[in-house]
């Protein structure tokens, strides 16, 4: 059992809000988004398109048609990408020229084992096979989003978090091993869905380290794990690109050594052990706290006994009719944890209206986000280069998340970077279609690395955000169902790179597009800056109150309580 208003911030606030603990928390289940993003990406070097044409008759031999093999001086051959094409010589024949598929099979300018594409033969009428397995990863973290919040939301953070890494070490080592194209998109469908398990728990715990008034400073330390995680990833994919894939994988798998120090140093959530009345493994953490930095112990849990003195009595003495007895004629009022459903939420008009936006939001900037990375070896100049520029816009797009955030808001902020987005690929679009000269492919680069900021800094707003709407035992799975419609843009996304050799500028247009209407559909949202995490569903419904500027809401017993700035 346990009583409302279980105020976290309290404690929180008196450990300093973000001291040294926060920190290092916080770090601590952040780095672990290495072995995600690692293996989220590393289709883009493992799975590179390699120039190829079709192979010769082996030995020497000439070309046999019909079974008929074709004496040399009476034609020219040229070998295509996917097609033999031969030239008769003689003018008497019938048929001037003949077209014949790769039926020698392929030769590649790189090794045969370099990429998937090569090594599986996934070109010219299977090329769309080679983003197949990126979309896998994306459907099963789709499914991992359905399923696993319910288990992190029961079980906790770090337990869900930990199985997962391990299951992301087993399944990224067998993927190297693969030896069949078959085998690969398996694996990459389950990688996909204990990824999420990963991702989804790291999500919701960075959120609930800190205390309201610190949180921005989550998104900003996110992004920045992220910003070096992806670009992490240019020397492994350039140092080993002449290596096999599967080397190149083995790589990329290493850095899942990290788990031994998240077993060993992170705690669970304080908020998940308060809202699941674990309190003496709370304590014992707050406790630890406290002496990391360095503030009265004493203080710290003198606050923590207040923040859950109705929940020890709702445990500890008789209750009647939904009140605790006390002394002699004295009650208080008590309520169970709730567990809550998705259904909770899309029962309610307003807010289901709401999180079908989030949806919306969520699937754009995941199509705008992975699409850019997908399709950045279509830019003019080095592919390595291009990658490494495209994740080095992680960087300004957390700075701007910075100073955005409290000065303007998550609704305005959110605006903004996907205005951002979409006017860059707009313009990008524009010069696609009016030029192909060297210097429009310039500026073409440059709108899209904009776009790519306007993207990132929506991607890691929408995961701030949306954990400030659901209350907490609800928290996991509200992301979960969010993390599904970016699934859907995710699948979308790694086809941008085939729609690009087709039509150039149809992905930034598409991107461009949606990230404007998104923009038009921010004005729906709630406004949640300066109001504390709900523990309830009536703590929720609190969240679509306007407050006065320069205000914030302190959320408490189903009540609101407007502190002056």
Known sequence: MAVKGADVDMVLNALRGKGLYQHVQLLLMQLCSFSSDFQLLGMIFIGRIIPHKCSAPPNGTDITIDEVELSPSNYTVEYGQCNINIKYNTTTSTNTEHTLPCIYGMTYTERKDASIVSEFDLVCDRDALGDLPQTLLILGQAIGALVLPFFSDRYGRKPINIISYVCVIGIGVATAF??????????????????????LSLTTYSMEVYSTQYRRYVAVITTVVCGVSFVSMTPFGYFLRMESWRTQQLAFCSVSLYIIIEVIFLDESLRWLVANGKYDIALKNVKKAAKWNKVDVNVVVEKFNEMIEKQTLATSEPEKDGQLLLNEGETMPIEKIEKYSLLDILKRKKLALNTVILWYLWCTAALSYFGLYFTSSTLVGDKYLNYFLNALMEFPSGVLFFLLVDRFGRKRTLAIFFAVCGIGMIIATIIKVTSDSYAASICVTIFSMVGKIGAGGAFGACFFYTP?????????????????????????????????????????????????????????????????????????????????????????????????S
């Open 468 to 564: 400030e709407i659901f209350p907490t035992n609800l928290r996991n799975v509200g992301l979960g169902s969010t993390s599904v419609a970016a699934r859907v843009g995710g699948m979308l996304g790694p086809f941008s790179r085939v729609l690009a050799q087709h039509i150039s500028w149809g992905p930034a247009a598409i991107f461009g597009g949606c990230c404007l209407l998104a923009t038009l559909l921010i004005i729906f949202l709630p406004e949640t800056t300066g109001k504390e995490l709900p523990q309830t569903m009536a703590d929720v419904k609190l969240l679509y109150k306007k407050i006065p500027d320069g205000s914030t809401v302190k959320l408490k017993d189903g009540q609101t309580e407007i502190i002056k």
């Open 178 to 199: 693969s030896n069949s194209y078959i085998t690969f998109a398996i694996l990459r469908l389950l990688m996909g869905i204990v990824q999420q398990g990963m991702v």
